[in-house]
């Protein structure tokens, strides 16, 4: 079976990957709070951290403008400050989980203590002017984001591949009902299908 998973996934490259999105939809992501902490709250900019997130750890390093978004069910994304205030309105209410699979952390390598996320977070909102393409994914997917290129996210069948469609490099996996929990069709919102 891991011969199998092996030579059955496309590897994906962000940082240099030339995605084909000819079979891929126009979604937009729905105003449903999330929560958000600057990473400079937490650690030192230059500061070398794992992400756990739910597709894998991502090894970075927190910048000045680093921003960590925390989904609805515990996932992370990481966001540049500049992008982020583009996309989000912010609250200084205290986010929390209600439905969590996950719960958030954040490992500083140096020490490998590992900091919960939740005591940090605030809560944001998406504009609506966040607009991904993507695909449900028929094959296994290593991705190799444009924050770590060392290790990869997966993507199994039934997940959805996920590029931003103002930045050709910003590609994630997302599981399959979370994607469709938090986005709707460009398409259903023009008609009116969406709620």
């Not at 079976?1 to 979604?27: C, G, P, W």
């Not at 925390?70 to 609250?91: M, V």
Request: hydrophobic share 30%; glycine share 6%; aromatic share 10%.
């Amino acid at each position: 079976r891991l011969v199998d998973y092996f030579e059955h996934s496309q590897i994906i490259n962000a940082k240099d990957s030339d995605l084909d999105t000819s079979d891929m939809e126009l979604y937009f992501r729905k105003t449903l709070p999330v929560g958000y902490v600057k990473g400079t709250d937490i650690f030192k900019a230059g500061t070398p951290i794992t992400l756990r997130t739910m597709q894998g750890d991502i090894d970075t390093k927190i910048e000045e403008d680093t921003i960590i978004i925390i989904g609805i069910k515990g996932e992370i994304f990481l966001s540049r400050e500049n992008n982020f205030r583009n996309r989000y309105r912010t609250y200084q209410w205290a986010f929390s989980l209600k439905h969590a699979e996950y719960n958030p952390t954040v490992k500083e390598n140096s020490t490998g203590v590992s900091i919960p996320l939740m005591q940090y977070a605030n809560v944001c909102v998406p504009t609506g002017q966040i607009k991904v393409r993507a695909k449900k994914l028929d094959h296994n997917v290593k991705l190799f984001t444009e924050w770590d290129e060392t290790k990869y996210m997966r993507g199994h069948v039934g997940d959805y591949l996920i590029q931003r469609s103002d930045d050709n490099h910003d590609i994630t996996t997302m599981d399959g009902k979370l994607f469709e929990e938090c986005y709707a069709k460009v398409s259903d919102l023009e008609e009116g299908n969406v709620q």
